[in-house]
């Protein structure tokens, strides 16, 4: 197993529920009610990311799911002012701060925390104080997680994105390039002491990957489950998905 001897958690993220039910102005599915399930079916967390402009999570779903969810909630956010009140407000089990444009589809990159260090850092001093687990999305740079061990964030998650996509098309020499830098990255955050998560763009084939990195103890799953899960169902889906994760942790052990 990995460093901390257990079982990779998986977060899973609830977003897409609410995007299919934006999509038409009605009030299902409802984000609750998948979380509901995902709880019953053995994950070991929810995400969820309010955005500024609110296109899929609205802050009733985070009221919602911080108030009917035993299971620890993960608040992705922009480190505004506005998203810094409602996570002191609710009082989720953690926050993971990543950059946000309001143009791109998904979030793109990890956080710039080098370039706003000491803001970031008098930023997420409140959340410590709530004891909210601070996570930081973050690409793998080496500089970027020197960064997050200084301002004191105890969490990176890791950028999985480009991996991802390299390896959806089968472009073997990006795909180990990336695969590279995150074992570098995530062992240099384990150096620094800190926990050490994955996530974005991860599929069945890629979480095997992943997980397949020592230090990896968190990801945080959403699209892929999601969209599998209109075919199979969630319930055959997440035990598919913990199948491969804990395949992968395993595969590095010589077990
Ligand atoms: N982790 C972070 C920080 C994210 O921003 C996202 C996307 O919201 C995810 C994980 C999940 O990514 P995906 O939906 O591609 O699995």
Do not use: W
């Amino acid at each position: 197993m990995n460093q901390e001897n257990s079982k990779i958690r998986l977060g899973v993220n609830v977003d897409h529920v609410a995007t299919l039910r934006n999509a038409r102005g009605t009030v299902y599915p409802d984000p609750l009610k998948m979380a509901l399930m995902l709880e019953k079916l053995g994950v070991n967390g929810i995400t969820a990311h309010l955005r500024e402009d609110r296109r899929h999570i609205i802050d009733q779903d985070v009221v919602n799911l911080v108030n009917n969810i035993k299971l620890p909630i993960n608040l992705e956010m922009a480190a505004t002012q506005e998203m810094q009140s409602i996570a002191l407000e609710l009082v989720p089990h953690a926050v993971c701060l990543v950059p946000e444009r309001r143009e791109e589809r998904t979030t793109e990159g990890g956080l710039d925390i080098i370039s706003t260090e000491k803001e970031l850092k008098a930023y997420i001093t409140p959340l410590l104080e709530k004891s909210i687990k601070v996570s930081i999305f973050v690409s793998a740079e080496l500089e970027q997680i020197e960064a997050a061990s200084r301002i004191g964030a105890p969490v990176v998650e890791l950028n999985t994105g480009s991996f991802c996509d390299f390896f959806s098309q089968n472009r073997v020499e990006e795909y180990s390039n990336e695969m590279t830098k995150l074992k570098k990255a995530a062992s240099r955050a384990k150096q620094l002491d800190l926990e050490v998560h994955g996530g974005h763009g991860i599929s069945y084939d890629t979480a095997r990957l992943v997980a397949a990195i020592p230090q990896i103890q968190e990801l945080n799953i959403g699209h892929f489950l999601i969209s599998e899960s209109i075919f199979q169902g969630m319930s055959a889906v997440i035990s598919k998905m913990r199948h491969e994760i804990d395949f992968g942790q395993k595969s590095y052990m010589g077990s």
